[in-house]
């Protein structure tokens, strides 16, 4: 193979990161080396797709061919702005895409908030999804429990909780978070949205799995699902409520738990440390249609209190970051910094637009970003002189994890699998993930953790 014109660097090896190198290897120009802080790659594809949804999740088969390009090196355990900052990348690359995602949380602000049983959904789906930053998150005692807001991530959460356990038992989730969700007797959930169902941002696909789970009755008042006007209404909000106006008339005998949908209500406060209740207001739109508190309220009884309202990114050491929005501002996948461009950098997926949208909706964002950046290549050329981050990072006595080295770790959790009679069960623990990269490297040993 001819040495490739270009080298790009990407920092995240989530979809936007992969496909944003898809793209990138298909001119057969540019090379691409994609960074991440984790050994494996895929980030929410791995560590978010709830384990339950094995198609989605076999989307990252069709990702990591990517990597059988010979363009493209997958360099783990690498963090950004720790082990590697922007200068060093603008130095060693014609130009840097920033696919970093949003990795923290909002908070709602209310009293009791930072009880313990009261968490984010986020810290929830990294545990189940076996994150190896993640918590362990304990079910003990917990016969009720709330998601707070009505998107896909509460439905997720809300069916995990709700689910048979031996329907759970095929996942590829580490064998504590099954013996927990074995142990747990999660009899009620509440899924608390602030507006009505019509403002729901769940998918119907997802929310007719949540409201058919056997042996599950959905409580629901039907009031809310009246007096609306569907005529303006999309197609996906449209199958939303007849979703939930079937499930509101289906009767389930002897039902083993319930599903409460609570529209048109707000956290208002989270009783006891531990949780022992959460307090929720009624809620109205007003006659300038922002929304507000009746005043009227109710408490119910959940020990464990999940917020599922959105994810959050944070500011990476160095680069332009709108607080505001969450995101790296940018104008067509070029990153700005007020009104000054940034030249050779770039950025793509949540980071680029907020934590929205599914996996696809990155496949066209990265394609966008893409665009711009060859043009620019097109224009201005590769850089007279680019140093080698490798070099430069063994010289500090510190080298990446490979794909070799992520090989590895997918065998290992095929064969735990298969001992189980599973597909999969993943390595959750660092120390677990980190045994399987190999230690020996020209440039010295792996950092631990
Ligand atoms: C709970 C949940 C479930 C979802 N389920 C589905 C689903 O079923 N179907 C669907 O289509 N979509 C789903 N989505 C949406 C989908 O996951 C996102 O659209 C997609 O993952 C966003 O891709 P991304 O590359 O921007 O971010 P991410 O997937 O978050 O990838 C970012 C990567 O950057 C790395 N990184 C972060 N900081 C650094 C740093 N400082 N240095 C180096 N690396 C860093 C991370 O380790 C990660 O690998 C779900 C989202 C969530 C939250
Ligand atoms: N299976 C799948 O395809 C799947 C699974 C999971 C996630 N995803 C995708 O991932 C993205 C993120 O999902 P998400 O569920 O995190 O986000 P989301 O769809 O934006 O939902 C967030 C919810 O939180 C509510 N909310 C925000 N702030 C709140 C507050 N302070 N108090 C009460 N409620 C509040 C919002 O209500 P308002 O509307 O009133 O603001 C909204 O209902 C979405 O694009 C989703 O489709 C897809």
Excluded at 18 to 44: K, N, S, W
Excluded at 74 to 102: C, K, M, N, P, Q
Excluded at 262 to 291: H, K, S, Y
């Amino acid at each position: 193979m001819s040495e490739p014109r270009f080298r790009v660097a990407i920092v995240g090896a989530g979809p936007s990161g992969l496909f944003a190198a898809q793209h990138l290897t298909a001119t057969g120009e540019v090379a691409v080396d994609i960074y991440d802080r984790l050994p494996t790659p895929y980030g929410l594809l791995r560590y978010g797709v709830a384990p339950d949804h094995t198609s989605i999740k076999s989307v990252a088969n069709a990702l990591a061919r990517v990597f059988d390009s010979g363009m493209v090196r997958f360099l783990g355990l690498v963090h950004f702005g720790r082990d590697i900052t922007r200068d060093e990348l603008l130095s060693a690359y014609d130009a840097v895409i920033y696919a970093v995602g949003a990795n923290e949380d909002m908070h709602m602000g209310i009293p009791g908030e930072g009880a313990v049983g009261s968490g984010s959904a986020r810290e929830f789906v990294a545990w189940y999804s076996g994150h190896p930053d993640a918590s362990p998150q304990s079910l003990a005692g917990v016969r009720g429990a709330a998601t707070i807001g009505v998107g896909n991530v509460a439905v997720d959460v809300a069916r995990i909780l709700l689910k048979e356990p031996l329907a759970l038992d095929e996942t590829d989730m580490p064998e504590d978070v099954l013996a927990e969700l074995w142990r747990g007797n999660v009899s009620d959930v509440w899924v608390v949205g602030r507006r009505g169902p019509q403002h729901a941002s769940f998918t119907t696909t997802e929310l007719r799995e949540l409201c058919t789970l056997p042996e599950v009755q959905v409580v629901i008042d039907p009031a809310v699902l009246e007096g609306i006007d569907e005529s303006t209404l999309d197609r996906r909000t449209r199958g939303n409520l007849a979703v939930l106006r079937d499930a509101a008339r289906r009767e389930v005998p002897d039902p083993r738990a319930r599903l409460h949908f609570a529209f048109w209500r707000r956290p208002v406060g989270i009783l006891g440390d531990p949780v022992t209740g959460l307090v929720i207001e009624r809620t109205a739109l007003d006659g300038d249609g922002r929304l507000v508190g009746t005043g009227d309220t109710e408490q119910i009884d959940v020990q464990l209190v999940l917020r599922a309202i959105g994810y959050r990114a944070v500011r990476l050491p160095g680069i332009p970051f709108d607080e505001r929005h969450g995101v790296i501002p940018s104008a067509a996948g070029r990153v700005v910094d007020g009104d000054r461009p940034c030249p050779r950098e770039y950025v793509v997926g949540w980071i680029k637009r907020g934590p929205i949208g599914v996996i696809g909706t990155n496949k066209s964002d990265a394609r966008e970003t893409v665009e711009a950046l060859l043009s620019d290549l097109a224009a201005h050329g590769p850089l007279p002189e680019r140093g080698d981050a490798l070099q430069l990072m063994a010289a500090r006595g510190f080298w990446p994890s490979t794909f070799s080295d992520w090989e590895r770790i997918d065998a290992a959790e095929a064969n735990r699998g298969a001992s189980h009679g599973r597909q999969r069960m993943k390595l959750e623990a660092w120390h677990e993930l980190l045994d399987l990269v190999q230690r020996e490297r020209p440039g010295g040993p792996i950092p631990w953790g």
